[in-house]
């Protein structure tokens, strides 16, 4: 099967560049947009896709397309309005899935906006259009933002990481090596080879395996480290940091590695670590307390012991006291008063941010006390994260 890069073999579609591809590219606000970028290797011309992270663009692309660049070759990127970003480095290449990976630091004016994606989807995204159901594109920039949008049908899977697709308008071509395949704003993968009109996609779902060490979104990295307590399972804190950071404040980058969230201790695999996140219960004190219906069940018990000798209203004073009881029974629960040392190390200085929070909470006696305080600690952790984020500069 001959690379995309071989020769000819089509009518180029030239098409505007980036007003037309974000309204093909993007059906509603749900779907991300794709910044597409025609790359040069000396006289070599392919296509790919970038991803913003931070003042970078990292782009996707196949290996065969940047091949020249192991030989020092400079390489070039163009975005969908014609805009330049000189100075590409590969920093990561797979001749086995013929993979690649570009970084540049990228001018203002560069249009590199997208998000990573890790194509969860692409299963799902493949089966319905294997059915017809589903469209899909093959988007190609060339120098100058002139584009190429090809719709291709589903031919069929080629072993786990790859797919094969057939153009139903232009043939796919030459200089189209690269091009990412997309679906209502989704990246399926990109394109790699191609034979009598069928091309074959590397699956996006393993370009995020491969790559996603280079390419996942910059933000800060938290290592959380267990909160012990022995009345509480040790990963509640945990939950609530992650909670907050993820969810919340979106701090920690929604494709990190799990083993960044959940590090149980050390810095065997953190290596990319921006901070650990620390937590020490340092007081925890407990009470039972009762609310004031309790006083209706002590008056409930003292009717009820001559309520038989008054008639009809001892009747009621005893029916009375029996709901006084069940009151008095619901209104007991334990007071907790915690005090928690939060603290976050800077892995590149070395310098520790701490914060005390003092908790006070209360929760039903009924069930178990340690799931209970648990819950408190969590929201005790929840308490304390934003000023502890803040003095460490991170909000």
């Avoid at 070599?44 to 192991?70: L, Q």
């Avoid at 969860?120 to 469209?135: E, P, Y």
């Avoid at 933000?219 to 009345?231: C, D, E, K, T, W």
Wanted: charged share 15%; hydrophobic share 40%.
């Amino acid at each position: 099967m001959a690379q995309t890069g071989s020769r000819r073999n089509g009518r180029l579609r030239r098409l505007a560049g980036a007003a037309l591809i974000s309204g093909m590219l993007v059906t509603g606000a749900a779907h991300a947009q794709v910044s597409p970028v025609a790359i040069k290797t000396g006289a070599e011309m392919g296509s790919g896709y970038a991803v913003k992270r931070g003042n970078e663009c990292i782009v996707i692309t196949a290996a065969h397309v940047v091949k020249e660049a192991e030989f020092g070759t400079a390489i070039s990127l163009f975005d969908d309005t014609g805009a330049a970003a000189p100075g590409a480095k590969m920093v990561f290449s797979d001749p086995a899935t013929d993979l690649a990976v570009l970084r540049v630091v990228a001018p203002p004016a560069f249009n590199c906006q997208s998000s990573w994606q890790d194509g969860a989807g692409v299963q799902a995204a493949l089966r319905d259009a294997s059915q017809g159901s589903v469209k899909m594109q093959v988007l190609t920039l060339r120098e100058g933002g002139l584009s190429d949008i090809v719709p291709v049908s589903f031919a069929g899977n080629s072993g786990p990481q790859k797919f094969r697709v057939r153009s139903t308008g232009d043939t796919i071509a030459q200089g189209q090596s690269g091009s990412v395949l997309v679906s209502d704003g989704k990246v399926l993968g990109i394109v790699q080879t191609t034979a009598d009109g069928v091309t074959t996609i590397l699956r996006q779902d393993q370009i995020h395996l491969l790559a996603k060490s280079f390419a996942q979104q910059e933000g800060v990295r938290i290592v959380l480290a267990p909160i012990m307590h022995q009345n509480a399972p040790v990963d509640v804190a945990n939950a609530a940091a992650r909670q907050y950071m993820e969810q919340q404040q979106k701090i920690v980058a929604r494709d990190a590695p799990r083993e960044w969230l959940d590090a149980a201790g050390g810095l065997s695999q953190t290596g990319d670590a921006q901070y650990i996140f620390r937590g020490k219960v340092l007081v925890a004190q407990t009470e039972q307390v009762a609310s004031t219906v309790a006083q209706a069940n002590a008056a409930g018990n003292a009717a009820q012991g001559f309520g038989g000798n008054l008639g009809q209203l001892g009747g009621l004073l005893s029916r009375g006291s029996q709901a006084a009881n069940q009151m008095g029974a619901k209104a007991t629960n334990t007071k907790v008063t915690l005090q928690v040392e939060l603290s976050l190390l800077n892995i590149g200085s070395g310098q520790t941010t701490t914060e005390l929070v003092n908790h006070v909470g209360r929760f039903p006696t009924a069930g178990d006390s340690s799931a209970g305080i648990a819950a408190e600690i969590q929201k005790s952790v929840l308490e304390g994260l934003p000023s502890l984020l803040q003095k460490a500069g991170i909000r």
